[in-house]
T-cell receptor, first 112, second 114 residues
Framework: QKEVEQNSGPLSVPEGAIASLNCTYS??????FFWYRQYSGKSPELIMS????GDKEDGRFTAQLNKASQYVSLLIRDSQPSDSATYLC????????????FGAGTRLAVHP | GAVVSQHPSRVICKSGTSVKIECRSL??????MFWYRQFPKQSLMLMAT?????????EQGVEKDKFLINHASLTLSTLTVTSAHPEDSSFYIC??????????FGEGSWLTVV
């Protein structure tokens, strides 16, 4: 059974701080990894995708992937109250044509 | 604008009735559509994969006779919840792969069974 694990939170950070979200996955052959943001009752929005070991930066967001440790993280710099949402880690199933396994999500609360 | 149009966005139905949810790809062909379900405060759980012109494949534990999936054209996939019960109340959402291998999600459908 392929699994994706996340701390459910809530993770509470002050405005302007760095929020660090973590995710581990069980399928060692996984090749594609995604971070989605989901507001309550809404469709997930893609924040970052990452496929290679190391860091990938996009604006205030940095995704980090370590395939040896089966670990992927998302850093949000200069956190804003509007970043408050649930962040879903998703892992693509190899050969699954973009079929995704999602973690349970981490609730992030950024307080002013 | 949306590249995958999903409707209805919200539906309330009586227990025992059936409800159809549609996902339509706009401006591209979707040979494969994934259907997910999300209960409150839980993650998206993959229910099934629909393939244009062939039978859908269901994940373990998902009743194929209860959740009927039809993918009759390259732009339309439907999920029908048959004989709905209150425990089927959930957020249902589809996704597919579009241009540039980008994953697109529909807007989601809230189903409430009373």
């Amino acid at each position: 059974q392929k699994e994706v694990e996340q701390n459910s939170g809530p993770l509470s950070v002050p405005e302007g701080a760095i929020a660090s979200l973590n995710c581990t996955y069980s399928d060692r052959v996984s090749q594609s990894f995604f971070w989605y943001r989901q507001y309550s009752g809404k469709s997930p929005e893609l924040i970052m995708s990452i496929y290679s070991n190391g860091d990938k930066e996009d604006g205030r967001f940095t995704a980090q992937l370590n395939k040896a440790s089966q670990y992927v993280s998302l850093l949000i710099r200069d956190s804003q109250p509007s970043d408050s949402a649930t962040y879903l880690c998703a892992v693509g199933i190899l050969g699954g044509y973009n079929k995704l396994i999602f973690g349970a999500g981490t609730r992030l609360a950024v307080h002013p | 604008g949306a590249v995958v149009s999903q409707h209805p966005s919200r539906v309330i139905c009586k227990s025992g009735t059936s409800v159809k949810i549609e996902c339509r790809s706009l401006d591209f062909q979707a040979t494969t559509m994934f259907w997910y379900r999300q209960f409150p405060k839980q993650s998206l759980m993959l229910m099934a994969t629909s393939n244009e012109g062939s039978k859908a494949t269901y994940e373990q534990g998902v009743e194929k006779d209860k959740f009927l999936i039809n993918h009759a054209s390259l732009t339309l996939s439907t999920l029908t919840v048959t004989s709905a019960h209150p425990e089927d109340s959930s957020f249902y959402i589809c996704s597919t792969t579009g241009i540039g291998n980008t994953i697109y999600f529909g807007e989601g459908s809230w189903l409430t069974v009373v």
